[in-house]
């Protein structure tokens, strides 16, 4: 696992689109793994702007994304369908098609989630997973506690990730209490992990991420058995781990 740390997210936002420019590059029809939340938003702005300068071009890429909250219709304002098309979806040339979100409203959820796998497996699996963190450790939803055997399936959301996206609703009332997650075994097989981390609140999930052990009740703690992570941090978000660890050049080889 390797840590980079930057001053603050515009900087970590720049290198995270770079690091996925560089992955369409090399393979242009590569399949992505996509999240929301306020980490990828930089790294999407840049993305865009890639786009429509010519430096990249989306036309063969597949994406999946991460994760959907269970009862919000696909057009509501805090779904995440509406995030992705807001913040980048409908600014690159990425076909229609070849663009895959979560559906839990939609059939039986049981089959609904199996068949989610079963495109990512046609696709031939993730090249490139990106990622968040939540202060609980979960990515993904995945909540503490999730069986790292899991694919993917809709789970509980525990009350405080509903409280840390409380601030995108009116109230903690209205954030579902449930969603759809990509499993942690899903994502423990794409080839590479890009992990997003970005604020003071999140600087016990980092020092986690690095001292826990493995175990279930800290999910993000599977990521140390990957063979290839890339953790971008904000400063902010390193004040706990720094004095543990000395970042050498901005940098950390755990």
Do not use: W
């Amino acid at each position: 696992m390797i840590i980079k740390r930057y001053e603050n997210n515009e900087q970590m936002s720049i290198k995270a689109s770079e690091i996925v420019k560089e992955q369409i590059l090399e393979k242009p029809n590569s399949v992505l793994g996509l999240p929301t939340g306020s980490s990828p938003l930089g790294m999407y702005n840049h993305l865009i702007a890639m786009y429509k300068s010519g430096e990249l071009d989306f036309s063969s890429v597949k994406t999946f994304n991460l994760d959907e909250y269970c009862g919000l219709p696909t057009d509501h304002p805090q779904s995440y369908h509406e995030f992705m098309n807001k913040n980048f979806f409908r600014h690159v040339n990425l076909k229609p098609e070849n663009i895959h979100m979560p559906k839990p409203d939609k059939g039986d959820q049981e089959s609904g989630c199996e068949d989610y796998e079963k495109k990512i497996r046609q696709a031939g699996g993730i090249d490139l997973q990106i990622l968040g963190i939540g202060r609980n450790g979960h990515i993904g939803f995945n909540e503490p506690g999730t069986p790292f055997s899991s694919r993917t399936h809709v789970i509980r959301l525990h009350q405080d990730t509903r409280q840390a996206n409380a601030r995108f609703f009116n109230s903690i009332d209205e954030v579902p209490k449930a969603a759809v997650t990509m499993g942690i075994k899903t994502i423990m097989r794409a080839r590479k992990i890009l992990l997003l981390i970005s604020g003071e609140s999140k600087r016990e999930a980092l020092y986690q991420l690095v001292f826990s052990s493995v175990n279930e009740q800290f999910p993000a703690s599977v990521l140390q058995l990957h063979p290839d992570v890339i953790v971008l941090v904000e400063k902010s978000a390193c004040t706990r781990l720094e004095k543990e660890y000395p970042f050498i050049n901005n940098q950390l080889n755990i």
